[in-house]
């Protein structure tokens, strides 16, 4: 019986300095003789650069004073808010003074900045592009032509995923200090360990080959800080040529203008339903508007549409499906991974496309799901090559469907009073724990405490409250015994990200992985110290016995040295392929008349994970993320004016939840189905936000009896919608 893992335990590792107020974030590192670094941002979406002026004495570069690969803009800028110079200056106030006196001529350039107008291509995004469509795929299995021709009915729409800001609270930052030999960065990233490497290659022409980067605490990310910006670079580079430490750190503006923004996913579509409102084909395009073409990044973001379109079919029987897949350049903003990476949009499309079916067809939108759920799985191969590894699907939707019978008659005397009431549901398409590895050292100290030291990189998670569960778990030791130390390259040989819903099934993983193996090697310990078979001696709470002999932790930690083994093993958690989490999320929700705003009444949540390695832990993920996935459908919108300006830059004009519109989430762990790791769990991290999307429009919809096709939902939209 487990006798740690799966307990509800608070987060004894992360919290007491942050409730303490001893948790240091990028911002609070300060060093004597600091440059503060203030970058000079493009007041235009797209122009070209005539020249640029810097103020006399000061110090100021721009992008023929740098390295090509560093990424200031050198000849056009293609979004708002593109780098084009860096101030340093003794105090930020001083340099932001200085970047106000930078002059830059512009050639303004036409900004393409609709999808619409990005199709017709009468402007380019870039000057050297031939065409807007940077990017493109096709997915087709099946025979598209025979599921059209048997069809009762086609229904034909546009359905848009709207582009989203990450809105993490901490914006991006960096600090560099190079003290003539060693680099040291601190960051405000999801990914040190790449970073190191990036910016190893970069400094390495430059003799700098000594480079530690540490990720301190970090106010949040949801993917937006996984990529290599070129502030980050910048600052490095600077530290080295002038000596001096150097400070960066975003306005809130800034972030919103230069962080990667999310989704920007469109499907125009064709669906075939037959009478039974079985769903036989679907046909259409998918459009991504990928904002700004920086090729390096796009790429890898397209990567997210082309995951949509595989994952389109869900988790239903759909015999055929043709889709177009574009990468459009516009002169926004460019898009990168957000809370899901293209999962959120395929369950979004595909949920979208069984409700207006079932409302077409006069089916209940749990019965047409019922319909058309496919049978239970274990490593099945969808035609678009997908892999689910395991699942049980009918036996979900047996658990959750009183639940939904609960809130049907929960609206039904809501609308009873008169008032506009609805239930929503969505069955959430998910791959989670993607490879290739995750690493982690554990050490026993003389002192008998356990050290676990992970390759991977959390940010706000409780990950490092698992990971210590964990190798309490095996060491079968109390949790307050366990330390976990993570985000600094120099603890570990190599290390990966946090993302992806990843870290505790691969992560944790590799903690049990390293865990095991140092116990087998101290094992070994005891058995020459001792002079008897391994097999001979006991492994209980903590203690090696044999007979009469019995020695601690600490014990053969020390005896370790003597014989010349360290009491410590690294691993590296290879993950073969990843999982597929799934589940099933409903909400009741209420319109009000007058005003259309939406308020949700009850909101429940069905997930297999896996095994729940902690589920206060688990909890906290779907509570926020499903706040997350509420938050695009009702509130999170950004606008660009015509002219490419950024409308939505600050939180006065961006609207996201505050406490106020939290909702309690009622949530159930299925474990029905596990994942072959050691661990058995398969990631929770963004499967709320994927779910709590759909969810919510579709209870709207049922809520006012029409068909919606845009988010979010804002009071306005509904009111509209009511009086048409």
Not at 54 to 67: G, N, W
Not at 74 to 96: F, H, M, N, S, T
Not at 688 to 714: C, F, Q
């Amino acid at each position: 019986m487990p006798r740690v893992i799966g307990k509800p335990l608070k987060r004894i590792i992360e919290d007491p300095p942050l409730i303490t107020g001893k948790g240091r974030f990028v911002y609070d590192i300060d060093f004597r003789g600091t440059l503060y670094a203030v970058f000079v941002r493009s007041q235009y979406p797209h122009a070209r650069i005539k020249s640029v002026k810097c103020p006399e004495k000061a110090l100021c570069y721009t992008a023929k004073d740098l390295p090509d690969i560093i990424g200031l803009a050198k000849e056009e800028v293609i979004y708002q808010g593109q780098p084009i110079a860096v101030i340093l200056a003794e105090d930020e106030y001083k340099a932001r003074d200085l970047a106000e006196q930078v002059e830059v001529e512009y050639e303004p350039l036409p900004a393409v900045i609709n999808v619409e107008d990005a199709l017709k291509g009468n402007y380019k995004a870039k000057s050297d592009l031939n065409s807007n469509i940077v990017l493109e795929d096709n997915v087709e299995v099946g025979d598209i032509n025979s599921a059209f021709k048997r069809a009762y009915k086609i229904i034909e729409a546009e359905v848009v995923n709207q582009r989203v800001i990450p809105s993490a609270m901490e914006p991006r930052g960096a600090v560099a200090y190079f003290d003539g030999r060693r680099l040291t960065v601190w960051s405000s990233t999801q990914t040190p360990f790449d970073l190191k490497k990036s910016l190893s290659e970069l400094l390495g022409k430059y003799g700098v080959y000594d480079i530690r980067v540490i990720q301190p605490f970090v106010g949040g990310a949801f993917g937006s800080k996984i990529i290599n910006y070129p502030e980050e670079f910048i600052v490095a580079y600077l530290a080295v040529v002038t000596g001096r430490p150097v400070k960066w750190f975003n306005t809130r503006s800034e972030d919103m203008m230069t962080t990667n923004h999310g989704r920007d996913m469109r499907l125009r579509f064709k669906a075939a339903f037959d009478s039974e409102g079985k769903l036989l084909g679907i046909e259409g395009t998918l459009i991504m508007d990928l904002g700004a073409p920086i090729m390096e990044i796009v790429r890898d973001s397209f990567g997210m549409a082309t995951t949509a379109a595989r994952l389109l079919i869900g988790r239903y029987k759909v015999e055929a499906l043709k889709v177009k897949v574009l990468g459009v350049a516009t002169n926004k903003t460019f898009i990168g991974a957000y809370r899901g990476a293209g999962r959120p949009e395929a369950t979004y499309f595909i949920e979208r496309i069984l409700n207006l079916g079932a409302r077409a067809l006069g089916i209940d939108q749990f019965e047409i799901r019922e319909r058309n759920i496919m049978d239970d799985v274990n490593y099945y191969k969808l035609p678009t090559g997908i892999v689910y590894d395991s699942g049980r699907y009918r036996e979900m939707l047996r658990i959750a469907k009183p639940y939904y019978q609960e809130l049907i008659k929960k609206r039904d005397e809501l609308r009873a009073k008169g008032k506009l009431a609805g239930v929503g549901v969505a069955i959430v398409s998910e791959i989670a724990s993607f490879g290739p590895w995750s690493t982690s050292k554990v050490k026993v100290l003389p002192n008998g405490r356990i050290q676990v030291i992970t390759g991977t990189t959390p940010h706000g998670q409780g990950d490092a409250t698992a990971f210590a569960q964990i190798a309490a778990e095996v060491f079968e030791v109390d949790v307050d015994k366990v330390d976990v130390l993570w985000g600094d390259t120099d603890l570990i040989a190599d290390g990966d990200l946090t993302a992806g819903s990843r870290s505790i099934t691969v992560g944790g993983s590799a903690v049990y992985e390293a865990s095991r193996r140092l116990k087998e090697k101290l094992l070994r310990v005891v058995s020459e110290k001792l002079g008897v078979k391994p097999e001979e001696i006991e492994y209980r709470d903590g203690k090696f016995t044999h007979k009469q002999s019995q020695m601690s932790l600490a014990d053969v930690a020390k005896e370790a040295i003597n014989m010349g083994m360290l009491p410590e093993e690294e691993y590296s958690y290879v993950m073969n392929l990843y999982t597929s989490p799934y589940g099933i999320h409903m909400a009741l929700v209420e319109v009000d008349r007058e005003t259309g705003f939406v308020k949700i009444l009850d909101y429940k949540g069905f997930d297999d994970v896996g095994v729940v390695v902690n589920p206060i832990l688990a909890e906290g993920q779907v509570h926020g993320g499903a706040l997350q996935g509420i938050s695009q459908a009702l509130y999170e919108e950004t606008v660009y004016s015509p002219e490419g300006n950024l409308i939505t830059s600050n939180f006065s004009d961006y609207v996201i939840p505050t406490a106020v519109e939290g909702v309690k989430v009622e949530w159930k762990s299925l474990a029905l189905a596990k994942s072959d790791t050691p661990i058995g769990s398969k990631g929770i991290g963004e499967l709320p936000t994927i779910a709590a999307t759909p969810t919510i429009l579709h209870a709207v919809e049922d809520a006012i009896g029409k068909n919606i096709y845009t988010m979010p939902i804002k009071p306005e939209i509904v009111l509209k919608l009511l009086t048409e």
